[in-house]
């Protein structure tokens, strides 16, 4: 039967199902955001200027609990002149508010994260600022509670 349905099938299509099978199998890894996307948008961010924001930081896994929620979903985070000036209900030195307590920090966090070679990492960038809207990040390609989704929602200006 198998025999039967490569016949029926041309040439043209044989190599695109291999193609397509092979990045499966390999994982997809060249989806991976740049250190070129990466420095490109954290210049645009740089070019903003912007010192005085706020936003809410939502974490998304199935393995983590996230510590520094507020009464509703995310985190609550302020930025003072740069400055994280509130991550929710932790302190300013606590490990996830150095790591995303403000856009310059969450740039460094995406570079380590890249260090640490995960099987995949996909970001999306505002368009207009550069900040990382959305980190989606697979530290392992068998494991589906190995991903964790990272979220910059409400993003407002002060």
């Not at 199902?17 to 890894?29: E, Q, T, Y």
């Not at 706020?54 to 609990?65: E, I, K």
Request: aromatic share 12%.
């Amino acid at each position: 039967m198998i025999l039967g349905i490569r016949v029926m099938l041309g040439k043209s299509t044989q190599k695109f199902i291999v193609i397509f099978m092979s990045l499966n199998i390999v994982g997809c890894s060249f989806l991976n955001v740049s250190n070129g996307k990466i420095d490109h948008s954290e210049k645009k961010w740089q070019a903003a200027g912007v010192k005085d924001y706020r936003y809410s930081f939502v974490v998304a896994s199935l393995s983590q609990d996230v510590k520094c929620e507020t009464s509703r979903e995310g985190i609550d985070v302020e930025v003072r002149d740069g400055r994280v000036a509130k991550f929710g209900n932790c302190g300013i030195n606590d490990d996830n508010a150095t790591q995303f307590g403000s856009v310059d920090a969450m740039f460094n966090t995406l570079r380590k994260m890249k260090s640490d070679k995960p099987k995949s990492i996909k970001v999306i960038f505002h368009e207009k600022y550069g900040f990382p809207e959305s980190i989606d990040v697979n530290y392992s390609r068998w494991f589906t509670d190995h991903r964790v989704q990272y979220y910059v929602k409400d993003f407002v200006i002060e």
